[in-house]
Nanobody, 122 residues
Framework: QVQLVESGGGLVQAGDSLRLSCAASGSFFSLNRMGWFRQAPGKQRELVASITSGGSTTYVDSVKGRFTISRDNVNNTVYLQMNSLKPEDTAVYYC????????????????WGQGTQVTVSS
């Protein structure tokens, strides 16, 4: 099992920066893709950014050039550096990972953090 604990959310003004962190712990064989999703009130949850264990990244178009996802494979932590924040970035941000629980089971399981609120005022 994997536990994900997020931190770093808060209330900021438009144009400010925030850095989200998500630390994974528990019993697992490997952490594969890790990512950040967000959900604004009345909207569906959307993928913001993801990163593979090898460092390949993807971003939703609305954050390209402003957000950067990175990970520390030694400490099982994924980060989301958010710059030039806009009011439309306001949402609950959720950490997500796909993990293999054991060496003899190739199946991957998805895990979620509890979410951290990011509020950007205009």
């Amino acid at each position: 099992q994997v536990q994900l604990v997020e931190s770093g959310g808060g209330l900021v003004q438009a144009g400010d920066s925030l850095r989200l962190s998500c630390a994974a712990s528990g019993s697992f064989f490997s952490l594969n893709r890790m990512g950040w999703f967000r959900q604004a009130p009345g909207k569906q949850r959307e993928l913001v950014a993801s990163i593979t264990s090898g460092g390949s990244t993807t971003y939703v178009d609305s954050v390209k050039g402003r957000f950067t996802i990175s990970r520390d494979n030694v400490n099982n932590t994924v980060y989301l550096q958010m710059n030039s924040l806009k009011p439309e970035d306001t949402a609950v941000y959720y950490c997500n990972c796909n993990a293999r629980i054991s060496a003899w089971n190739i199946r991957e399981y998805a895990y979620w953090g509890q979410g951290t609120q990011v509020t950007v005022s205009s």
